[in-house]
T-cell receptor, first 113, second 111 residues
Framework: DTGVSQNPRHKITKRGQNVTFRCDPI?????LYWYRQTLGQGPEFLTY????????KSRLLSDRFSAERPKGSFSTLEIQRTEQGDSAMYLC???????????FGPGTRLTVL | QKEVEQNSGPLSVPEGAIASLNCTYS??????FFWYRQYSGKSPELIMF????GDKEDGRFTAQLNKASQYVSLLIRDSQPSDSATYLC???????????FGTGTRLTIIP
């Protein structure tokens, strides 16, 4: 049983560049979540998919952020025109099969210079 | 008022003692409660979940829930140095999928 995987694990970019992160959930999980975590804070919800449908988006998800899950399997999170305030750990979690517990991937640490 | 509140610590506990971590939440509709452990630089790892009032035990961990007081706690018995981490409390409602997290309590086990 492989867990949730995320790529890349680290990303350093310059302000104004676009970045894209990928999440592969646990294979039988149909629900996938994105969170963002900054130093000293708990993870904050960004968005959630059930299969390929994006069912909820946080107000934190500005128009520079977009997420997709085109075939109900992996998901991508894109940030356009990155800002220094976007520097954070981006976490993906999944659940499914009647479970309510969410399991997290290792995260992608983004640094915007 | 924050939705989920935890004492940020640090909480220092001698090795072998019981560590007690507390969490309060503001949404009375919350139905599911989770404890995650997070080592520095790593992602959260689920260690306990509880849905009903009372105690739930799993090995050295006991989760306690009191919905009337809107209070959930985690006890760690026989604390080990490897338990040193930040412990995150999270809640959600069935039908509202997102987890709402506290800021976490940093626990240090002193050998």
């Amino acid at each position: 049983d492989t867990g949730v995987s995320q790529n890349p694990r680290h990303k350093i970019t310059k302000r104004g560049q676009n970045v894209t992160f990928r999440c592969d959930p646990i294979s039988e999980h149909n629900r996938l979540y994105w969170y963002r975590q900054t130093l000293g804070q708990g993870p904050e919800f960004l968005t959630y998919f059930q299969n390929e449908a994006q069912l909820e988006k946080s107000r934190l998800l500005s128009d520079r952020f977009s997420a997709e899950r085109p075939k109900g399997s992996f998901s991508t999170l894109e940030i356009q025109r990155t800002e220094q305030g976007d520097s954070a750990m981006y976490l993906c979690a999944s659940t499914g099969g009647g479970l309510n517990e969410q399991f997290f991937g290792p995260g992608t640490r983004l640094t915007v210079l | 008022q924050k939705e989920v509140e935890q004492n940020s610590g640090p909480l220092s506990v001698p090795e072998g003692a019981i560590a007690s971590l507390n969490c309060t939440y503001s949404d009375r509709g919350s139905q599911s409660f989770f404890w995650y452990r997070q080592y520095s630089g790593k992602s959260p790892e689920l260690i306990m979940f509880i849905y009903s009032n009372g105690d739930k035990e799993d090995g050295r961990f006991t989760a306690q829930l009191n919905k009337a007081s809107q209070y959930v706690s985690l006890l760690i018995r026989d604390s080990q140095p490897s338990d040193s981490a930040t412990y995150l409390c999270a809640v959600n409602n069935f039908g509202n999928e997102k987890l709402t997290f506290g800021t976490g309590t940093r626990l240090t086990i002193i050998p």
